[in-house]
């Protein structure tokens, strides 16, 4: 089973860029080691033969054929009513 250090605890921190109080690094250094046991155990089970599951749902992607719906309005005539216009578009203030 493997076992992490201290070391590794705080360089996982370091790099995710967390600080951790000494208690924080003990308990987490205990479950991670726990995690990767765990994932050895994993790691060791037979899969051989066995097909992969990418969908457990049975569903399938459904997609419409886009339609273009004409309601009538050119597009000049809805720019009329907007209270600014810049090269045939809506201006608006910046969000940034």
């Not at 493997?2 to 921190?13: C, N, P």
């Not at 990418?54 to 309005?73: E, S, W």
Request: proline content about 2%.
């Amino acid at each position: 089973m493997s076992k992490l250090s201290r070391d590794d605890v705080l360089k996982l921190a370091r790099l995710s860029r967390l600080k951790l109080s000494n208690e924080e690094v003990e308990r987490f250094r205990e479950e991670l080691s726990n995690i990767l046991g765990y994932v050895e155990v994993l790691d060791k089970a037979d899969t051989k033969g066995l097909q992969p599951t990418y969908q457990v749902t049975g569903l399938k992607n459904v997609t419409r054929q886009d339609q273009i719906r004409d309601y009538g309005y050119k597009s000049l005539d809805l720019l009329k009513n907007a209270p600014a216009v810049q090269d045939g578009q809506f201006k608006v203030k910046k969000v940034l």
